[in-house]
């Protein structure tokens, strides 16, 4: 197996109000390079959220709420000027929401690769295992499977449905997978 095409990522992961994409708001975000160094963030929002977020998502905020601007100028500042591909699994409601937060701090200017402090090219982890043959699901599905106590993984440590417990979570699944790939494998199958 080979190598990651870069070591330039961030793991990333957000909470939002709903998954009607037309109506929903980012709730928080998470993000972990690779080094461990963090952010997270719980955003002000005015969408009313689902009952599913009501019950398995608010119950366990604990920050105070910033502006969305506020959340735009402290994720461009974390990732910095080198445009890091974002790793997420499941990533799509994630990356589509970001986008439309960072447009609505500055709706007249055009979201292009200058202006959006990430790679363009998202990596969905999902995808990843799925053509490393493993079931997407059972990533999620890890107290009937076992995925991540056959890696080796205590994932209890990690609050579900929190941003920045996700994207810790992710990065340990990763750095698991691309440190012995045959060996993350041979467990996983």
Do not use: C
């Amino acid at each position: 197996m080979t190598k990651p095409f870069s070591q330039n990522i961030i793991f990333f992961d957000t909470e939002f109000t709903s998954l009607d994409p037309n109506k929903s708001e980012l709730i928080s975000i998470g993000l972990v390079k690779p080094s461990g160094e963090e952010l997270y963030l719980e955003l002000e929002y005015n969408s009313e959220p689902s009952e599913w977020v009501k019950k398995n998502v608010l119950p366990y905020l604990n920050g105070q709420k910033i502006s969305k601007k506020e959340a735009v100028k402290r994720v461009i500042d974390f990732v910095g000027d080198t445009k890091p591909h974002i790793v997420g699994h499941i990533n799509q409601d994630d990356v589509m929401l970001w986008q439309k937060l960072l447009m609505s701090v500055d709706p007249d200017r055009t979201v292009d690769a200058t202006f959006y402090p990430f790679n363009l090219i998202s990596i969905d982890f999902a995808a990843v295992l799925f053509a490393l043959g493993i079931n997407p699901a059972t990533y999620h599905l890890g107290e009937k499977n076992d995925f991540f106590n056959k890696i080796g993984i205590n994932n209890k440590k990690y609050n579900k449905h929190n941003a920045l417990d996700d994207a810790k979570l992710l990065r340990e699944v990763y750095l698991k997978l691309v440190d012995n790939p045959d060996k993350f494998l041979e467990q996983v199958k």
